[in-house]
């Protein structure tokens, strides 16, 4: 309680109160917990929730990167719908909201996002590899195949980010290049190559 005494020129005494209250912003939530591994051929949507904290007005939730989907949430409760486009890396965290203001993130939940329909490594017609594998940012990539096709592929990143690639490559070649990444942070990369029939995936994974 503050108070505030006052005497003014004719010497009347004034006296007024103000209550005033202390809180704290709130305290960080938990990890969300959920599915880390997402087929988005599978399904579309997947639920996931962190603890509840008391004396908490809100919840927000953030999804990264955003192209990856939508998220909506009633307070510790959040839904994503999946991007069926992206592939790759998402992370996932949540913080709380009181009359103070926001509280801090959680620590991230790393989601893995893929798309297995038609997905196919390797098979008698189609090979590829990557080594080494893990590497310092510094691979081999080999692509063979005895298809009557061309093919193309991409490297992106957790963001879903092209970091190279190439279109209308002979299927009935043996595709060979370096490639030099070791600027990149480590993380997990995604090599995704498409022919006229399927889709084939790689994951490459950079460590320093």
């Not at 081999?140 to 690639?165: C, D, H, P, R």
């Not at 997990?188 to 994951?203: A, F, G, V």
Request: proline residues 4%.
């Amino acid at each position: 309680i503050l108070t505030l005494n006052i005497v003014d020129n004719n010497d009347e005494e004034f006296s007024d109160d103000m209550l005033l209250t202390f809180m704290y912003g709130p305290a960080a939530p938990d990890t969300p917990v959920g599915e880390e591994y997402v087929d988005v051929f599978k399904v579309s949507e997947t639920s996931y929730n962190t603890n509840l904290i008391e004396e908490t007005s809100g919840y927000e939730w953030e999804l990264l990167p955003a192209e990856a989907g939508e998220i909506m949430w009633i307070l510790n409760d959040a839904t994503v719908y999946w991007n069926p486009d992206f592939l790759g890396d998402a992370t996932l965290k949540a913080r709380a909201l009181n009359d103070c203001g926001d509280g801090d993130y959680s620590d991230e939940l790393n989601i893995f996002v893929d798309n297995t329909v038609g997905i196919v490594n390797n098979d008698e017609n189609f090979k590829v590899s990557v080594s080494p594998n893990p590497n310092n940012g510094e691979f081999k990539l080999e692509i063979s195949s005895n298809e009557n096709s061309s093919f193309s592929f991409k490297i992106i990143n957790y963001q879903g980010v092209e970091m190279a690639g190439q279109k209308d490559v002979s299927a009935q070649s043996n595709y060979s290049q370096n490639f030099d990444f070791s600027e990149l942070p480590s993380g997990i990369y995604l090599i995704s190559i498409k022919s006229e029939n399927r889709i084939y995936s790689k994951k490459v994974l950079i460590t320093k």
